[in-house]
């Protein structure tokens, strides 16, 4: 393989990581909004309202983290 040809594979990885890191960002979006969905939904009436609280955070840090580390690429 040439220089050119490893380079081009490696754009070409470095682009699939990306797309599938920008997948999965989409994924913990869409779960944050289905947990406020069910926040508002059931409120307080639900046993597992504090542990909803504590997924969307952890979600949302996971998120963030996953997305600054995309931006810096």
Do not use: P
């Not at 639900?46 to 998120?63: E, T």
Request: glycine letters at 2%.
């Amino acid at each position: 393989m040439t220089d050119q040809e490893i380079e081009q594979e490696l754009d070409r990885q470095k682009e699939d990581a990306i797309a599938k890191h920008m997948s999965d960002i989409k994924v913990m979006s869409k779960l944050i909004a289905s947990i406020n969905e069910y926040i508002i939904r059931f409120g307080r009436t639900s046993n597992i309202h504090d542990q909803c609280f504590d997924l969307k955070a952890q979600v949302i840090k996971n998120r963030d983290h996953l997305q600054d580390w995309v931006n810096k690429i």
